[in-house]
Each structure stands twice: as C-alpha cells, then as structure tokens.
C-alpha cells in the first residue's frame, strides 16, 4: 500500500504569517494533486505536479514536486482567513492515495 | 455545468437495512471511484471502475458492493450497514488518462445506529 505522509495535521496561524505544508511518501508518484476541502464539501482540485523538481504557483500558493517524485510541498504567503480549510495531498501512480490532511485556520 | 452529483446528501438508518447511494456525473468521465472519509483516516478508496462493466476493488472494499451499468452512473451499495460503515462518502470522477485530477461530488454523511 502507497502511503502518503502530511504534516502538519494541524495548524493555526495569524493573518499576514508564511505556512508550509509537507507530504512525503516512500513511493514514486506519475503525479500528485493538491486539494482544499472546505466543510461540508468535496475536496476541489488546487493543482497537480507532473515532473520531478516542477514549481507551480497560483497567486499566493506555490507548489513543488520532489526531484524524486516522492514528496511534495505547499507554501502559502501571507495566509488569509479565507484561506481556511483541508488540505488534501493526492499520489497517482494507477489509482489514487490520499494523505491524511492539513487542517489549517487563518485567524483574523 | 460540470460536476458530480450525489444523493442522499444525509441518511441515517439502522444497522441491516439495505442501502445505495447513487453518484452521477456529466463530464463523460471513464474513472469513477468511492471514497470515505474519517476523522484521522484520511481519503480511503473504496471501489473504482475505470470504465462501463469494470469494477475492482480499492483499499477499502469490505461491506460496500458497486455496478457500473452505464458511464454516468456509479452506484454504492451497502447490503447489510453496520455501526462501522458510519462515515462520509464522496464520489469522484475523472478522465482515464492523463494527470489524474478528481472531480468530487459533495458528498454523502451516513449514519448507522
């Protein structure tokens, strides 16, 4: 079984303050997907890394894949409450395996 | 618009009482798959059918049964629920190639007492 590793599992900040979010496996991925989910909804596709060492960003969120295709990190700059929520790392190698969550708060 | 449906959004029965909760999308999607989800446990996939007629069985597939008759549709079944399979359930869909992004409905909360 593919096991994907988060960490945090829990995290509170302040408005204005930088966050990391790390998932980390001991297996190869074909690609990895970020996802937020917000109470009482399904999770909702942020972005997926394709390529070893690839850096997406979208606005204040940046993403990097592992040169190795094993672990991943989200890096949120000057978090926002609205930023508030899970946040779901997903491998694909065939099917996929979900980690168990970063659940962040941004408070005000 | 694009998306996954499911219904019951909210059920609450009793442990034997047979029940499906039914998952529709319209994006022609091959890959549909179940999923539940709990406190500390994460996504885990319960069954997934890479296309019509194909079915196998995810990491979690004791006590939940599937069909997939026609593409659109991706039944879950439980024969006999029990106190344990209280959880919330997503379906997802997705095209079967490519980078494998998941479009996920809303959700159904299951409560058996």
């Known amino acids: 079984t593919q096991l994907l590793e988060q960490s945090p599992q829990f995290l509170s900040i302040q408005e204005g303050e930088n966050l990391t979010v790390y998932c980390n496996s001991s297996s190869v991925f074909s690609s990895l997907q970020w996802y937020r989910q917000e109470p009482g909804e399904g999770p909702v596709l942020l972005v997926t890394?394709?390529?070893?060492?690839e850096v997406k960003k979208l606005k204040r969120l940046t993403f990097q894949f592992g040169d190795a295709r094993k672990d991943s990190s989200l890096h949120i700059t000057a978090a926002q409450p609205g930023d508030t929520g899970l946040y779901l790392c997903a491998g694909e190698m065939g099917k996929s395996t979900f980690g168990d969550g970063t659940t962040l708060t941004v408070k005000p | 618009e694009a998306q996954v449906t499911q219904n019951p959004r909210y059920l609450i029965t009793v442990t034997g009482k047979k029940l499906t909760v039914t998952c529709s999308q319209n994006m022609n999607h091959e890959y549909m798959s179940w999923y539940r989800q709990d406190p500390g446990l994460g996504l885990r996939q319960i069954y997934y059918s890479m296309n019509v007629e194909v079915t196998d069985k995810g990491d979690v597939p004791e006590g939940y049964k599937v069909s997939r008759k026609e593409k659109r549709n991706f039944p879950l079944i439980l024969e006999s629920p029990s106190p344990n399979q209280t959880s919330l359930y997503f379906c997802a869909s997705r095209i079967l190639t490519g980078v494998g992004e998941q479009y996920f409905g809303p959700g159904t909360r299951l409560t058996v007492t």
């Open positions: 890394v394709v390529t070893g060492g």
